[in-house]
């Protein structure tokens, strides 16, 4: 069983659709992470919480909502997005932010915007 | 300046081969460093951590570490086609800052 499990693996939807993407840690983990991968491009952070607090937030357009209820539990929640958002939707956590362990990822969100 | 950068690439060796894959960093308060594996369309999965300047060594794999340089390395050693992807370089920061580097594509050819 993988330690960060994401849901759905595959989201098809319309520009005016709302959707939410689910990411759930069971490592005991304190920070959470977000990263949008576009075809071919490098991983580019999204969003950044640690102990539920949200500590960075990468000049993200707001059509792209986080929330974190729990440190095992994070979530985001698209509206009204644009072609260009199609990607690979990544969520990670680690022990902490920063410090001496690694991100554990999830398998990822494949993302198609019609 | 990138916080971390890495070889443009991509890079491809024969089978058999050495890789060497480099990454630099600018934070001198850095302290933790990794290498992941990326195949196409999957997700990165850890292959390395280095703490301490000198050598790492796993398997095919050896890290190398040096902190007054800014500078860590990954060498694939024997390379095999299954070691065809992208690998990324990471960084963690004291200030509790990871960031990763844009990656190298290697390819092994049979």
């Known amino acids: 069983e993988t330690g960060v499990t994401q849901t759905p693996r595959h989201l098809v939807m319309g520009m005016t659709n709302k959707k939410s993407l689910k990411c759930e840690q069971h490592l005991g983990h304190n920070a959470m992470y977000w990263y949008k991968q576009s075809a071919k491009k490098p991983l580019e952070l999204m969003f950044v919480?640690?102990?539920?607090?949200?500590?960075e937030n990468n000049s993200v357009p707001s059509r792209f909502s986080p929330e974190c209820p729990n440190s095992s539990h994070l979530f985001l929640h698209l509206h009204t997005l644009q072609p260009e958002d199609s990607a690979l939707y990544l969520c990670a956590s680690s022990q902490e932010g920063g410090g001496r362990q690694p991100q554990h990822f999830g398998d990822g969100t494949r993302l198609s915007i019609l | 300046q990138k916080e971390v950068e890495q070889n443009s690439g991509p890079l491809s060796v024969p089978e058999g081969a050495i890789a060497s894959l480099n990454c630099t960093y600018s934070?001198?308060?850095?302290?933790?460093f990794f290498w992941y594996r990326q195949y196409s369309g999957k997700s990165p999965e850890l292959i390395m951590s280095?703490?301490?300047?000198g050598d790492k060594e796993d398997g095919r794999f050896t890290a190398q570490l040096n902190k007054a340089s800014q500078y860590v390395s990954l060498l694939i050693r024997d390379s095999q086609p299954s070691d065809s992807a992208t690998y990324l370089c990471a960084v963690n920061t004291n200030a509790g800052k990871s960031t990763f580097g844009d990656g190298t594509t290697l390819t092994v050819k049979p």
């Open positions: 919480y640690n102990f539920k607090e949200q500590t």
């Open positions: 934070d001198r308060g850095s302290q933790s």
């Open positions: 280095i703490y301490s300047n």
